[in-house]
Protein backbone atom coordinates (compact mmCIF):
# COMPACT_ATOMS: atom_id res chain seq x y z
CA UNK A 1 0.00 0.00 0.00
CA UNK A 2 1.17 3.76 -0.85
CA UNK A 3 -0.30 6.47 1.13
CA UNK A 4 -3.85 7.10 2.46
CA UNK A 5 -6.48 9.61 1.73
CA UNK A 6 -8.69 10.24 4.54
CA UNK A 7 -11.94 11.58 4.17
CA UNK A 8 -14.32 12.39 6.81
CA UNK A 9 -17.71 12.12 5.00
CA UNK A 10 -19.76 13.48 7.82
CA UNK A 11 -17.59 16.27 7.80
CA UNK A 12 -18.52 17.09 4.36
CA UNK A 13 -21.73 16.99 4.69
CA UNK A 14 -22.05 19.10 7.94
CA UNK A 15 -20.01 21.78 6.12
CA UNK A 16 -22.02 22.39 3.33
CA UNK A 17 -24.87 22.17 5.36
CA UNK A 18 -22.71 25.24 7.58
CA UNK A 19 -22.55 26.96 4.08
CA UNK A 20 -25.87 26.62 3.48
CA UNK A 21 -26.89 28.05 6.92
CA UNK A 22 -25.16 30.99 6.84
CA UNK A 23 -25.34 31.83 3.22
CA UNK A 24 -29.32 31.38 3.27
CA UNK A 25 -28.78 30.49 -0.14
CA UNK A 26 -28.86 27.13 -2.49
CA UNK A 27 -26.04 25.66 -3.12
CA UNK A 28 -23.89 24.88 -6.27
CA UNK A 29 -21.74 21.97 -5.24
CA UNK A 30 -18.56 22.53 -7.27
CA UNK A 31 -16.86 18.78 -7.25
CA UNK A 32 -14.63 18.98 -10.33
CA UNK A 33 -11.27 17.37 -10.25
CA UNK A 34 -12.76 14.18 -9.01
CA UNK A 35 -13.98 16.74 -5.98
CA UNK A 36 -10.41 18.32 -5.65
CA UNK A 37 -9.22 15.10 -5.36
CA UNK A 38 -11.09 13.74 -2.75
CA UNK A 39 -13.65 11.04 -5.11
CA UNK A 40 -16.57 12.40 -7.00
CA UNK A 41 -19.08 9.97 -6.29
CA UNK A 42 -18.68 9.63 -2.64
CA UNK A 43 -18.05 13.44 -2.14
CA UNK A 44 -21.44 14.14 -4.27
CA UNK A 45 -23.15 11.47 -2.22
CA UNK A 46 -22.15 13.11 0.84
CA UNK A 47 -23.44 16.34 0.25
CA UNK A 48 -26.75 15.13 -1.83
CA UNK A 49 -29.02 15.68 0.79
CA UNK A 50 -27.38 19.30 1.49
CA UNK A 51 -26.79 20.75 -2.00
CA UNK A 52 -29.15 22.08 -4.82
CA UNK A 53 -27.07 21.77 -7.98
CA UNK A 54 -23.85 20.02 -9.02
CA UNK A 55 -21.19 22.25 -10.79
CA UNK A 56 -18.21 20.33 -12.69
CA UNK A 57 -15.34 20.75 -15.31
CA UNK A 58 -16.48 18.94 -18.35
CA UNK A 59 -19.09 16.48 -19.62
CA UNK A 60 -17.16 13.43 -18.44
CA UNK A 61 -17.56 14.75 -14.91
CA UNK A 62 -20.85 15.36 -15.17
CA UNK A 63 -22.01 11.61 -16.05
CA UNK A 64 -20.37 10.33 -13.15
CA UNK A 65 -22.41 12.38 -11.22
CA UNK A 66 -25.65 11.49 -13.07
CA UNK A 67 -25.08 7.82 -12.11
CA UNK A 68 -25.81 8.18 -8.63
CA UNK A 69 -27.85 11.51 -8.63
CA UNK A 70 -30.64 13.23 -10.15
CA UNK A 71 -29.76 16.38 -9.28
CA UNK A 72 -29.35 19.24 -11.68
CA UNK A 73 -25.14 19.39 -12.76
CA UNK A 74 -23.84 22.66 -14.37
CA UNK A 75 -20.80 21.87 -16.91
CA UNK A 76 -18.45 25.34 -16.12
CA UNK A 77 -16.85 25.36 -19.73
CA UNK A 78 -18.64 25.63 -23.11
CA UNK A 79 -19.77 22.35 -24.79
CA UNK A 80 -17.91 22.02 -28.45
CA UNK A 81 -19.03 18.66 -29.57
CA UNK A 82 -22.45 17.54 -30.77
CA UNK A 83 -22.19 14.36 -29.34
CA UNK A 84 -21.51 15.59 -26.08
CA UNK A 85 -24.58 18.23 -26.77
CA UNK A 86 -26.49 15.40 -27.21
CA UNK A 87 -25.60 13.81 -23.84
CA UNK A 88 -26.68 16.73 -22.52
CA UNK A 89 -30.23 17.00 -23.60
CA UNK A 90 -30.32 13.03 -22.81
CA UNK A 91 -28.88 13.54 -19.11
CA UNK A 92 -30.14 16.82 -18.09
CA UNK A 93 -27.06 18.61 -18.07
CA UNK A 94 -26.97 22.98 -17.75
CA UNK A 95 -24.36 23.83 -19.96
CA UNK A 96 -22.41 27.32 -19.58
CA UNK A 97 -22.61 29.81 -22.69
CA UNK A 98 -19.59 32.09 -21.93
CA UNK A 99 -18.85 33.29 -25.68
CA UNK A 100 -20.54 33.92 -29.71
CA UNK A 101 -18.83 30.68 -31.09
CA UNK A 102 -20.29 28.22 -27.89
CA UNK A 103 -23.57 30.37 -28.40
CA UNK A 104 -23.73 29.73 -32.42
CA UNK A 105 -22.73 26.28 -31.30
CA UNK A 106 -25.34 25.44 -29.26
CA UNK A 107 -27.87 27.57 -31.32
CA UNK A 108 -27.32 25.46 -34.34
CA UNK A 109 -27.51 22.02 -32.75
CA UNK A 110 -30.60 23.03 -30.66
CA UNK A 111 -32.23 24.11 -34.18
CA UNK A 112 -31.49 20.73 -35.73
CA UNK A 113 -32.14 18.97 -32.60
CA UNK A 114 -35.81 20.76 -32.38
CA UNK A 115 -35.16 20.94 -28.22
CA UNK A 116 -33.89 23.70 -26.14
CA UNK A 117 -30.39 23.56 -24.17
CA UNK A 118 -30.33 24.34 -20.58
CA UNK A 119 -27.85 26.86 -20.11
CA UNK A 120 -26.34 29.24 -17.89
CA UNK A 121 -24.61 32.41 -19.45
CA UNK A 122 -21.10 33.34 -18.45
CA UNK A 123 -20.17 36.96 -17.71
CA UNK A 124 -16.40 38.18 -17.32
CA UNK A 125 -16.64 41.37 -15.13
CA UNK A 126 -13.12 40.93 -14.82
CA UNK A 127 -11.15 37.97 -14.96
CA UNK A 128 -10.40 37.80 -18.59
CA UNK A 129 -10.84 33.92 -18.53
CA UNK A 130 -14.01 32.57 -19.50
CA UNK A 131 -17.38 34.68 -20.28
CA UNK A 132 -19.14 37.55 -22.55
CA UNK A 133 -16.68 40.82 -21.90
CA UNK A 134 -19.59 42.85 -19.70
CA UNK A 135 -18.24 45.80 -20.91
CA UNK A 136 -19.04 44.45 -24.48
CA UNK A 137 -22.47 43.54 -23.57
CA UNK A 138 -23.29 46.97 -22.04
CA UNK A 139 -22.19 48.82 -24.47
CA UNK A 140 -24.77 46.59 -27.05
CA UNK A 141 -26.89 44.47 -24.87
CA UNK A 142 -29.17 43.61 -27.73
CA UNK A 143 -26.27 41.74 -29.75
CA UNK A 144 -27.01 38.89 -27.44
CA UNK A 145 -30.40 39.18 -25.95
CA UNK A 146 -31.65 39.19 -29.42
CA UNK A 147 -29.82 35.58 -30.01
CA UNK A 148 -30.87 34.00 -27.02
CA UNK A 149 -34.56 35.01 -26.61
CA UNK A 150 -35.95 31.84 -28.55
CA UNK A 151 -37.16 29.60 -25.69
CA UNK A 152 -37.96 27.20 -28.46
CA UNK A 153 -33.84 26.56 -28.78
CA UNK A 154 -32.19 27.54 -25.08
CA UNK A 155 -33.63 27.49 -21.82
CA UNK A 156 -31.87 30.34 -19.86
CA UNK A 157 -31.56 28.58 -16.72
CA UNK A 158 -28.25 30.81 -14.94
CA UNK A 159 -26.83 33.47 -15.28
CA UNK A 160 -22.90 33.86 -13.71
CA UNK A 161 -19.32 35.47 -13.26
CA UNK A 162 -16.54 34.77 -11.56
CA UNK A 163 -14.02 36.31 -9.12
CA UNK A 164 -10.37 35.85 -9.82
CA UNK A 165 -9.03 37.80 -6.84
CA UNK A 166 -11.66 37.86 -4.36
CA UNK A 167 -8.90 38.83 -1.49
CA UNK A 168 -9.07 42.46 -2.73
CA UNK A 169 -12.57 43.75 -1.58
CA UNK A 170 -12.46 47.08 -4.04
CA UNK A 171 -11.68 44.79 -7.08
CA UNK A 172 -14.30 41.99 -6.28
CA UNK A 173 -17.06 44.94 -5.24
CA UNK A 174 -16.87 46.85 -8.81
CA UNK A 175 -17.12 42.92 -10.05
CA UNK A 176 -20.70 42.94 -8.38
CA UNK A 177 -21.82 46.31 -9.06
CA UNK A 178 -20.76 45.30 -13.27
CA UNK A 179 -22.74 41.86 -12.89
CA UNK A 180 -25.77 43.86 -11.28
CA UNK A 181 -25.90 46.09 -14.15
CA UNK A 182 -25.45 42.95 -16.36
CA UNK A 183 -28.26 41.73 -14.65
CA UNK A 184 -30.20 44.86 -15.00
CA UNK A 185 -29.69 44.60 -19.01
CA UNK A 186 -31.06 41.07 -19.39
CA UNK A 187 -34.18 41.58 -17.28
CA UNK A 188 -34.90 37.98 -16.44
CA UNK A 189 -37.68 37.81 -13.81
CA UNK A 190 -38.54 34.00 -13.76
CA UNK A 191 -37.30 32.02 -10.24
CA UNK A 192 -36.39 29.46 -12.74
CA UNK A 193 -32.57 31.85 -13.75
CA UNK A 194 -30.37 31.05 -10.84
CA UNK A 195 -28.12 34.07 -10.29
CA UNK A 196 -24.93 32.84 -8.92
CA UNK A 197 -21.29 34.71 -8.32
CA UNK A 198 -19.15 33.63 -5.32
CA UNK A 199 -16.92 30.83 -4.65
CA UNK A 200 -15.52 29.50 -1.37
CA UNK A 201 -13.73 33.14 -0.62
CA UNK A 202 -16.26 35.30 -2.19
CA UNK A 203 -18.61 33.56 0.16
CA UNK A 204 -17.03 33.79 3.16
CA UNK A 205 -15.30 37.57 2.27
CA UNK A 206 -19.31 39.44 -0.10
CA UNK A 207 -22.39 38.71 1.47
CA UNK A 208 -23.46 41.05 -1.19
CA UNK A 209 -21.97 38.45 -3.56
CA UNK A 210 -24.71 35.86 -2.58
CA UNK A 211 -27.31 36.10 -5.29
CA UNK A 212 -29.73 33.17 -5.43
CA UNK A 213 -26.61 30.69 -4.83
CA UNK A 214 -23.18 30.10 -4.19
CA UNK A 215 -21.04 28.02 -6.26
CA UNK A 216 -18.86 26.27 -3.75
CA UNK A 217 -16.07 23.52 -3.75
CA UNK A 218 -12.77 24.13 -1.62
CA UNK A 219 -14.90 25.27 1.10
CA UNK A 220 -16.45 22.15 1.49
CA UNK A 221 -12.65 20.42 2.65
CA UNK A 222 -12.93 22.71 5.74
CA UNK A 223 -9.00 24.01 5.01
CA UNK A 224 -8.52 27.64 5.75
CA UNK A 225 -6.83 28.83 2.75
CA UNK A 226 -4.24 31.16 5.05
CA UNK A 227 -3.54 30.82 8.55
CA UNK A 228 -5.59 34.74 9.22
CA UNK A 229 -8.79 32.48 8.50
CA UNK A 230 -8.45 30.40 11.42
CA UNK A 231 -10.55 32.19 13.82
CA UNK A 232 -13.71 32.70 11.16
CA UNK A 233 -12.93 29.06 10.14
CA UNK A 234 -13.80 28.03 14.32
CA UNK A 235 -16.17 30.82 14.55
CA UNK A 236 -18.49 29.12 11.84
CA UNK A 237 -18.02 25.53 12.60
CA UNK A 238 -16.12 24.86 9.59
CA UNK A 239 -14.02 21.81 10.15
CA UNK A 240 -10.86 20.11 8.02
CA UNK A 241 -12.59 17.33 6.90
CA UNK A 242 -9.54 15.04 5.30
CA UNK A 243 -5.91 14.29 5.56
CA UNK A 244 -2.81 12.54 3.30
CA UNK A 245 -1.41 9.79 5.31
CA UNK A 246 1.84 7.80 4.04
CA UNK A 247 3.82 4.97 6.17
CA UNK A 248 7.06 4.23 7.16
CA UNK A 249 8.85 1.95 4.88
CA UNK A 250 12.45 1.94 6.36
CA UNK A 251 14.25 3.45 9.05
CA UNK A 252 18.14 3.91 9.00
CA UNK A 253 20.81 5.49 10.71
CA UNK A 254 23.08 8.25 8.62
CA UNK A 255 26.52 9.32 9.61
CA UNK A 256 27.60 12.51 9.85
CA UNK A 257 28.41 13.98 5.92
CA UNK A 258 26.01 11.14 4.35
CA UNK A 259 23.39 12.09 1.50
CA UNK A 260 20.12 11.15 1.40
CA UNK A 261 17.69 10.54 -1.98
CA UNK A 262 19.00 11.87 -5.59
CA UNK A 263 21.68 13.73 -6.53
CA UNK A 264 22.50 13.58 -2.52
CA UNK A 265 20.72 17.23 -1.61
CA UNK A 266 20.47 16.81 1.48
CA UNK A 267 23.96 15.80 4.06
CA UNK A 268 24.15 14.63 7.33
CA UNK A 269 25.07 17.83 9.59
CA UNK A 270 25.65 15.16 12.78
CA UNK A 271 24.93 11.59 12.89
CA UNK A 272 20.95 11.36 12.14
CA UNK A 273 18.15 9.15 11.40
CA UNK A 274 16.27 8.73 8.35
CA UNK A 275 12.70 7.64 7.70
CA UNK A 276 11.43 6.53 4.10
CA UNK A 277 7.92 7.21 3.40
CA UNK A 278 6.31 5.42 0.79
CA UNK A 279 4.70 8.59 -0.76
CA UNK A 280 6.37 10.66 -3.84
CA UNK A 281 5.88 13.18 -6.26
CA UNK A 282 3.64 10.50 -8.81
CA UNK A 283 1.54 10.25 -5.33
CA UNK A 284 0.62 13.85 -4.84
CA UNK A 285 3.60 14.97 -2.78
CA UNK A 286 5.17 17.84 -4.61
CA UNK A 287 8.84 17.84 -5.92
CA UNK A 288 8.97 21.55 -4.17
CA UNK A 289 8.53 20.14 -0.79
CA UNK A 290 12.15 18.63 -1.41
CA UNK A 291 14.24 19.83 1.51
CA UNK A 292 11.68 22.50 2.49
CA UNK A 293 8.22 20.30 3.44
CA UNK A 294 7.63 18.62 6.55
CA UNK A 295 5.10 15.93 7.71
CA UNK A 296 3.98 15.06 11.15
CA UNK A 297 5.05 11.70 13.19
CA UNK A 298 3.23 12.03 17.06
CA UNK A 299 3.12 15.42 16.99
CA UNK A 300 6.40 16.13 16.44
CA UNK A 301 7.44 18.01 12.75
CA UNK A 302 9.76 15.90 10.58
CA UNK A 303 11.66 17.65 7.78
CA UNK A 304 11.57 16.30 4.27
CA UNK A 305 15.31 15.98 3.74
CA UNK A 306 16.82 15.42 0.20
CA UNK A 307 14.72 15.36 -2.82
CA UNK A 308 11.08 14.01 -3.16
CA UNK A 309 11.26 10.54 -5.17
CA UNK A 310 8.69 9.50 -7.60
CA UNK A 311 7.66 7.13 -4.77
CA UNK A 312 9.53 7.48 -1.40
CA UNK A 313 10.40 10.86 0.23
CA UNK A 314 13.11 10.43 3.19
CA UNK A 315 12.15 13.02 6.39
CA UNK A 316 14.42 13.35 9.22
CA UNK A 317 13.68 12.46 12.38
CA UNK A 318 14.51 13.45 15.88
CA UNK A 319 16.73 12.05 17.48
CA UNK A 320 15.04 11.43 20.98
CA UNK A 321 11.92 10.20 18.77
CA UNK A 322 11.09 6.68 18.88
CA UNK A 323 10.18 4.92 14.80
CA UNK A 324 9.47 2.11 13.65
CA UNK A 325 8.49 0.83 10.04
CA UNK A 326 5.01 0.48 9.91
CA UNK A 327 3.86 3.31 11.72
CA UNK A 328 2.13 6.41 9.62
CA UNK A 329 2.70 10.00 9.43
CA UNK A 330 0.49 12.86 8.41
CA UNK A 331 1.42 14.64 5.22
CA UNK A 332 -0.76 17.05 5.62
CA UNK A 333 -4.16 17.58 7.60
CA UNK A 334 -5.90 18.07 11.37
CA UNK A 335 -2.61 17.97 13.04
CA UNK A 336 -0.54 19.50 10.07
CA UNK A 337 -2.25 22.32 8.06
CA UNK A 338 -1.96 21.93 4.63
CA UNK A 339 -2.11 25.57 3.95
CA UNK A 340 1.15 25.88 5.17
CA UNK A 341 2.08 22.98 3.68
CA UNK A 342 1.14 24.87 0.11
CA UNK A 343 2.70 28.32 1.07
CA UNK A 344 6.28 25.83 1.55
CA UNK A 345 5.58 24.66 -1.95
CA UNK A 346 5.08 27.83 -3.33
CA UNK A 347 1.51 26.93 -4.59
CA UNK A 348 -2.23 26.74 -2.81
CA UNK A 349 -3.91 23.73 -1.25
CA UNK A 350 -6.03 23.43 -4.17
CA UNK A 351 -3.29 22.20 -6.14
CA UNK A 352 -2.12 19.87 -3.77
CA UNK A 353 -5.93 17.98 -3.20
CA UNK A 354 -5.96 17.82 -6.96
CA UNK A 355 -2.15 16.37 -7.07
CA UNK A 356 -3.53 13.12 -5.49
CA UNK A 357 -2.97 10.70 -7.93
CA UNK A 358 -5.07 7.65 -8.32
CA UNK A 359 -3.04 5.20 -6.74
CA UNK A 360 -3.69 6.55 -3.20
CA UNK A 361 -6.14 5.02 -1.70
CA UNK A 362 -9.40 6.73 -0.84
CA UNK A 363 -10.70 5.91 2.77
CA UNK A 364 -13.78 7.04 4.09
CA UNK A 365 -14.56 7.55 7.33
C1 LIG B 1 -16.25 28.90 -12.36
C2 LIG B 1 -15.95 28.39 -11.00
N1 LIG B 1 -16.84 28.54 -10.03
C3 LIG B 1 -16.63 28.10 -8.78
C4 LIG B 1 -15.46 27.45 -8.45
C5 LIG B 1 -15.26 26.98 -7.05
O1 LIG B 1 -14.22 27.67 -6.45
P1 LIG B 1 -13.82 27.37 -4.93
O2 LIG B 1 -13.26 26.00 -4.94
O3 LIG B 1 -12.81 28.40 -4.61
O4 LIG B 1 -15.05 27.48 -4.14
C6 LIG B 1 -14.49 27.29 -9.43
C7 LIG B 1 -13.24 26.62 -9.07
O5 LIG B 1 -12.18 26.80 -9.56
C8 LIG B 1 -14.73 27.75 -10.74
O6 LIG B 1 -13.83 27.61 -11.72
Redesign the pocket.
Known amino acids: MTAQLLVDLKCIYSNAKLIKSFTKRKL ?1 A ?1 L ?1 ANS ?1 GHGIVPISQSVEEVADFF ?1 V ?1 NVDEALIIRSVSNKPILI ?1 APVFSSEELRICYESNFHITISNFSSLNFALNFARKEKKPLKVHL ?1 FDTGMNR ?1 GFKARDFLDNPSSLIDKIKNPKLLEVRGV ?1 T ?1 FPFPENTSFSLKQIDIFKSVLEKLNFTSPNVLIHAA ?3 A ?1 LNFPEAHFDAV ?5 LYGVPPSKKWLQKFKKLGLKRASSLKAQIIEVKPLARGEGVSYDLTWKAPINSKVAVLEIGYADGILRSLSNKGWVKLKGRECKIIGNVCMDYTCVLIPPELEVEVGEWVEVWGENNPLEEIALAAKTIP ?1 ELMTAISDRVERRYI
Open positions: IVKYAALKLYHNSMTRVGFLY
